[in-house]
């Protein structure tokens, strides 16, 4: 590990941590399944500083399975330690960009890494599309390389799975990987995803407002990693914006208040519950009590309020 990561966990995260290792009988550092939250910044605006686009890493057994493709998650996957040419599985819950502006440059970044195998993209429809394209923005340079440096198709080195409901998405040795549709108006394909792997089951919500479906689907999940909203930080926020009545509206029908997060937590019985994708995501004033003081109403257990590189 990272000594200036290892020093931050034990600073902000140290009983949460210590919580899942006495709960589950190890630590996250000889979990087989580790989890990095990359970016936990909730929307599409690229901040100056603090919290990165979202995008969260699931390790199991040391390969890298990425939900979710921020901007900014090629740059803090290295940050993390994960050299770019170790990308096999990339999960997209849905379309807005924050979750998928960089899928088509973390795929280049990781062939000009020196893509050793293959990459498996999962994801809504439009995935497709969106690869090729970002395949013909890049063509010339692709081709260049080709030719020039003598380097593999990049094309031919990765697979889209597109799909349009709930259901299971990949079983391999190591996982069985399932999804379930979301509330996140007015984007109807929204998905959540749950990794069973033999030592732990780990869920993330993607984005969603209260969807108690999704309390089924995370029944006994070991982790939750679940997006969040602050309304009294949206509410500054918005008085900043000229589209501020319109953007309430969309995030009030399609976001997660504390207490709501809280509440699925409690219903689905999860043993940890980590906040993510935080909205609003750069507001510095908002203090890890006060993102987590309306979940704790209704869920019992240990929270954790993310952090970008924080280690779970
Ligand atoms: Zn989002
Ligand atoms: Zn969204």
Redesign the pocket.
């Known amino acids: 590990m990272h000594p200036g990561r290892r020093q931050f966990l034990i600073g902000t995260a140290g009983f949460a941590v210590c919580a899942i290792a006495g709960a589950h009988g190890y630590s996250s550092t000889q979990a087989k399944t580790r989890i990095i939250l990359l970016g936990t910044k909730?929307g599409p605006r690229v901040g100056e500083a603090g919290r990165s686009n979202p995008s969260t890493l699931i390790l199991i057994n040391d390969v890298p399975y990425l939900v979710d493709c921020g901007y900014g998650a090629s740059k803090q996957l290295l940050t993390a330690g994960i050299a770019l040419n170790r990308l096999r599985y990339v999960f997209i819950?849905?379309h807005?960009s924050?979750?998928n502006l960089e899928v088509g440059p973390l795929i280049y970044n990781a062939w000009i890494t020196g893509l050793p195998v293959h990459i498996d993209l999962y994801g809504p429809a439009g995935l497709r599309r969106m690869t090729r394209l970002f395949f013909a923005y890049e063509r010339f340079d692709i081709n260049t390389r080709i030719v020039d440096e003598g380097r593999e198709d990049p094309r031919k080195l990765v697979s889209v799975h597109e799909f349009a409901r709930a259901g299971m998405v990949l079983r391999n040795d190591a996982v069985k990987i399932t999804s379930c549709q979301v509330r996140?108006p007015p984007?109807s394909q929204?998905y959540a995803y749950r990794f069973d792997a033999k030592d732990r089951s780990v869920v993330i919500s993607?984005?969603t407002a209260y969807a108690p479906q999704l309390a089924e689907f995370a029944r006994g999940a070991d982790v939750l990693i679940h997006e969040v909203m602050y309304l009294p930080g949206i509410e500054a926020l918005l008085k900043r914006l000229p589209n501020a009545k319109r953007l309430r509206q969309h995030l009030m029908a399609?976001?997660t208040l504390p207490e709501d997060v809280g509440r699925i937590a409690a219903q689905a019985g999860v043993g940890t519950l980590v906040l993510s994708h935080f909205v609003p995501g750069d507001d510095p004033t908002i203090t890890d009590e006060q993102w987590s003081e309306g979940v704790r109403k209704h869920f019992k257990g240990p929270i954790i309020v993310g952090k970008d590189l924080l280690e779970i």
Do not use: P, R, S
Request: no cysteine; aromatic share 0%; glycine share 16%.
């Open positions: 909730g819950t849905h807005h924050d979750h996140h984007i929204a993607g984005d399609a976001h």
